[in-house]
Nanobody, 115 residues
Framework: VQLVESGGGLVQAGGSLRLSCAAS????????MGWYRQAPGKQRELVAT???????NYADSVRGRFTISRDGAKTVVSLQMNSLKPEDTAVYYC??????????WGQGTQVTVSS
């Protein structure tokens, strides 16, 4: 299983960014897909996840600002990030848990929010 991330970059506070994660092979079955992030000197933390059934979960710090979604084939998961804050600066990692409960990670993409 391979997770390929795109998006990220540098944005001013209050701006928006969109991250996408494509899972392969096509037809990959999973329990959940989502995003985690890790800021310098901090532990990796959950940002948002979406289950195979479509249920979503958000960290309190991003709820109402970030939205997780997926495409019709359910193998591309996106994270729309609005009203970004400097504290959202981190490396964002795509994550998937397969039906075997094995965990998969993307390579990470940098998000930097300037004040």
């Amino acid at each position: 299983v391979q997770l390929v991330e795109s998006g990220g970059g540098l944005v001013q506070a209050g701006g928006s960014l969109r991250l996408s994660c494509a899972a392969s092979p096509i037809g990959f079955s999973y329990n959940s897909m989502g995003w985690y992030r890790q800021a310098p000197g901090k532990q990796r933390e959950l940002v948002a996840t979406i289950t195979s059934g479509g249920g979503s979960n958000y960290a309190d710090s991003v709820r109402g600002r970030f939205t997780i979604s997926r495409d019709g084939a359910k193998t591309v998961v996106s994270l729309q990030m609005n009203s970004l804050k400097p504290e959202d600066t981190a490396v964002y990692y795509c994550h998937a848990q397969g039906v075997s409960r094995m965990n998969y990670w993307g390579q990470g993409t940098q998000v930097t929010v300037s004040s």
